[in-house]
């Protein structure tokens, strides 16, 4: 007794756009190294705009 396998339509399931995104750990990396960077020299970019020009 054979039972049937779900496995072709499994198959033809698409993967929600998001969820490929996020399984891919080199896109990951990039980010969680990219973003703190960028965020840290507009902070800094902005500090130093902050400062008073001495007379």
Request: hydrophobic share 50%; no cysteine.
């Amino acid at each position: 007794m054979a039972t049937k396998t779900k496995e072709p339509e499994a198959a033809s399931e698409r993967i929600p756009p998001m969820q490929r995104l996020l399984d891919n750990p080199f896109l990951l990396l990039f980010l969680g190294v990219t973003m703190p960077t960028v965020l840290y020299l507009m902070w800094g970019l902005m500090e130093i705009t902050q400062i008073p020009i001495a007379e």
